[in-house]
């Protein structure tokens, strides 16, 4: 099955600074790569994702990094803002009969 | 709002009942996915219906057990619950049976089990 590991398992920045979470992945065959966000009390909510033939995907201030060959992925979040806390979660996967193996998430945290 | 809605929003039971968690997935979403999320695991996948059919399964114990109705609605049963069982749980839903589709997920079900 697929092994997914996220780096790192907590991160604080001040606000305006840039922010980056990896995402490692083991099984080749994914072809699909989102990024969700949690809020406290809610469930993830996806914010960005990338398919395996695009190797960036930007949508305003969060974008998606995609390197196949090393089998990573990253979220990249910039100018954060209070409202970017909250636990972000990897999810790779795209096999027909398996689901959405998400890593065990990332808390960001960002300070005023 | 993701459109997938959960009931009951809390549950508190004991040891060795049996609960039942309700799922409504978004309008048109044929595909529902049940997670369980616990502070040191994460959220792990338990399984997945579509159009009525188990389609994969996770690591879901026996005590567990899923069912999609015709409506698709989707139930999840807990019994011979332990401590251990105490978790916040998940459904989502999505369109389509493959996983390259977002999923959306309700604000899940808190349980806790004394």
């Known amino acids: 099955g697929e092994n997914v590991e996220q780096h790192p398992s907590t991160l604080s920045v001040q606000e305006g600074d840039s922010a980056v979470i990896k995402c490692t992945y083991s099984?080749?065959?994914?072809?699909?790569f989102p990024w969700y966000k949690q809020e406290l009390g809610k469930g993830p909510q996806l914010i960005i994702d990338?398919?395996?033939?695009?190797g960036e995907k930007k949508d305003q201030r969060i974008a998606v990094t995609l390197n196949k060959t090393a089998k990573h992925f990253s979220l990249h979040i910039t100018e954060t803002q209070p409202e970017d806390s909250a636990v972000y979660f990897c999810a790779p996967g795209g096999q027909a009969g398996t689901a959405l193996i998400f890593g065990k998430g990332t808390t960001l945290s960002v300070s005023s | 709002d993701s459109g997938v809605t959960q009931t009951p929003k809390h549950l508190i039971t004991a040891t060795g009942q049996r609960v039942t968690l309700r799922c409504s997935p978004r309008s048109g979403d044929l595909s529902v996915y049940w997670y369980q999320q616990s502070l040191d695991q994460g959220l792990q996948f338990l399984i997945q219906?579509?159009?009525?059919?188990?389609?994969a399964k996770g690591n879901i114990l026996e005590r567990f057990s899923a069912q999609q109705f015709p409506d698709l609605h989707s139930e999840l049963n807990l019994s011979s619950l332990e401590l251990g069982d105490s978790a916040l749980y998940f459904c989502?839903?999505?369109?389509?049976?493959?996983?390259?589709?977002?999923?959306?997920f309700g604000n899940g079900t808190r349980l806790t089990v004394t």
């Open positions: 099984d080749s065959a994914s072809n699909y």
């Open positions: 219906y579509y159009n009525g059919e188990e389609r």
């Open positions: 989502a839903s999505s369109p389509r049976v493959g996983v390259s589709s977002p999923l959306h």
């Open positions: 990338i398919r395996s033939n695009v």
